[in-house]
């Protein structure tokens, strides 16, 4: 029986997943379709076996869903993770909205806003 993930649980097999450059490839090449592992290997010349351990760690983030027929793995993109990190990023929206608005006050007037005037 598997355990039941907590959101924060699922937020960092999310971010362990994007954090490599070759995962975050695989996936944009996922958007224009499902794709063989093969075929997620090849722009990266590593072997089939590399290349599964990647969609690996991708499917355990919830972000490819893979089918098996007979030896062909065909690997789908699954994009409602990205819509849990989306929403999770714009929690902090309001704090780079507001140093934009402070920085092109200042660009304007050359003067410091209070916000800045506090630190």
């Not at 224009?32 to 290997?41: Q, V, Y």
């Not at 590399?50 to 065909?74: F, I, M, P, Q, T």
């Not at 402070?102 to 410091?112: I, N, Q, R, T, V």
Request: aromatic content about 6%; overall charge positive.
């Amino acid at each position: 029986m598997s355990k039941k993930l907590s959101k924060d649980d699922r937020l960092d097999l999310v971010f362990h997943a994007l954090a490599d450059r070759t995962r975050r490839a695989q996936l944009a090449q996922l958007t224009k379709g499902s794709d063989r592992i093969s075929d997620l290997a090849a722009p990266f010349d590593m072997t089939l076996a590399a290349a599964s351990k990647h969609v690996r760690v991708l499917e355990a983030a919830g972000l490819v869903s893979r089918s098996v027929d007979g030896r062909v793995h065909l690997c789908s993109l699954q994009a409602e993770p990205l819509r849990e990190i989306e929403r999770w990023i714009k929690q902090y929206q309001p704090f780079w909205t507001d140093a934009l608005d402070a920085l092109a006050d200042f660009a304007e007037s050359g003067k410091p806003t209070t916000r800045e005037k506090k630190k």
